[in-house]
């Protein structure tokens, strides 16, 4: 019901020089109705098309590239006019960003197309912050095609994956078929199935609905683990192994209203799976530093109970710290790769996700340890000496609550984003 083909009067932003120290942000371009836009992003990599397919009303975006290296940036958009006002089943328009190839027009230094059989090579997310004013009817979409074959100039042949990660008024996605509910990234969404277009061509549609509005006139960040949501779509029997990931697409379909409506710093990062999880020298005490504050990850008060808190506090030697409690040893957890991580001030005590939550802002406390998806943890290397630390139950990392540098902050799991507050790395004491 999407995503035709758009009109190519393609506007090319060109590379403006800039120096370490300022921001790497472009100028911004006006893109009407279904006008397109190449080459943006650090490394040409995604592109924008306006997509008015069921309107002949005029809209208008303000597209500003970016050549900041994601996670984390990447090109924003805002509408600037638009007023639809489309009662019917279809949206109005679906202005968006893609990455890969749509309709046979492929984007530059992607990975894509994936075979599905292959896609757990790779670890593929991808964020947004979205603005949303109030009294529209529109939604805050991904939209992610897998087609049979790995090459199409039309509309793809296998599934349109959406992830509605907000929307307002009474539109609903496509349904009719099975309904299920899944947990990842932080949220709780319920999935839908049913049939895209009408006659020649149809395709199969799954979409993940937010079931937590993030609240017209809210700004808010997504970040989201992609592959969880293929291996969820897979294991309903929506997508093939042997078909093939096309594009990714980040967009509004709006069915009334539109005007003010953003996505910011919209980003796709695909890297390989294998550059994950890092082998880590097990009975070794270690401090955990963080790379935002500087400060140890400690074992509040010295505890020796169940619930005890694991907080940030500043390293007992500035740096480092020969603290019993601010040193933690790494052992092989009961999953590959992963490990539980205990203190030496209590051996038995480890890591623990408190009320084995999955769920962005739950809090990290001890516990003994009883082998738990909470209570285990993978260490990917950032490269730079740093690691995040990614829980095995909730695929969510290690965070230290608003990036503070206060003393006695409790950490959490949070979506991973790239950010320092979820940077660690292990100093010797």
């Not at 120096?19 to 836009?37: E, H, I, K, P, Y």
């Not at 924003?76 to 890969?100: H, M, R, V």
């Not at 949303?132 to 009817?137: R, T």
């Not at 990842?184 to 937010?210: E, H, I, M, Q, R």
Request: a negative charge; glycine letters at 12%; hydrophobic letters at 30%.
């Amino acid at each position: 019901m999407r995503n035709f083909p758009v009109k190519m009067l393609t506007i090319v932003i060109a590379a403006i020089p800039f120096f370490l120290g300022t921001t790497a942000r472009m100028s911004a371009q006006t893109v009407c109705d279904n006008d397109t836009v190449m080459n943006l992003g650090n490394v040409d990599q995604y592109a924008f098309k306006g997509d008015e397919w069921n309107s002949t009303l005029t809209q208008c975006m303000s597209v500003t590239n970016s050549t900041a290296v994601p996670p984390g940036n990447g090109p924003s958009f805002t509408i600037t006019e638009a007023d639809f006002d489309d009662t019917g089943g279809a949206p109005a328009t679906y202005p968006s960003f893609w990455y890969g190839c749509s309709y046979g027009n492929c984007t530059q230094n992607t990975q894509l197309p994936i075979e599905m059989s292959a896609i757990s090579k790779y670890s593929i997310t991808s964020g947004v912050t979205v603005v949303e004013p109030s009294g529209y009817a529109n939604d805050c979409a991904y939209d992610i095609w897998f087609n049979q074959t790995p090459t199409t100039s039309g509309n793809p042949n296998g599934t349109e994956l959406m992830i509605w990660v907000d929307h307002q008024g009474s539109p609903g996605p496509i349904s009719g078929g099975a309904s299920w509910q899944f947990t990842s990234s932080g949220y709780n969404w319920t999935a839908f199935s049913g049939t895209g277009g009408s006659g020649n061509p149809s395709w199969n549609v799954v979409s993940y609905v937010n079931n937590s509005s993030i609240g017209a006139g809210t700004t808010a960040p997504f970040n989201l683990n992609l592959n969880q949501f293929f291996a969820d779509s897979e294991s309903h029997g929506e997508i093939a192994a042997s078909w093939y990931l096309m594009d990714i697409e980040y967009g509004f379909e709006v069915w009334q209203g539109g005007q003010g409506i953003e996505g910011n710093n919209f980003w796709v990062d695909v890297a390989p799976a294998g550059s994950g999880g890092a082998s880590l020298a097990t009975g070794t005490p270690y401090n955990i530093v963080n790379e935002n504050s500087g400060s140890c990850v400690d074992d509040t008060g010295s505890g020796t109970a169940n619930g005890t808190k694991v907080q940030q506090w500043a390293c007992g030697s500035g740096s480092y710290s020969t603290q019993a409690n601010q040193q933690w040893e790494f052992q092989n957890g009961t999953a590959s790769g992963f490990y539980e991580v205990t203190n030496v001030n209590a051996p038995s005590e480890a890591w623990n996700v408190n009320g084995n939550g999955t769920t962005n802002n739950s809090l990290i406390q001890t516990w003994t340890y009883a082998g738990n998806p909470n209570e285990e943890w993978e260490a990917v290397s950032l490269g730079n000496g740093y690691y995040k630390f990614v829980g095995q139950g909730s695929g969510l990392c290690l965070d230290t609550p608003g990036a503070s540098t206060a003393n006695g902050v409790q950490l959490q799991i949070y979506t991973c984003n790239g950010t320092e507050a979820q940077a660690f790395k292990l100093v010797t004491p």
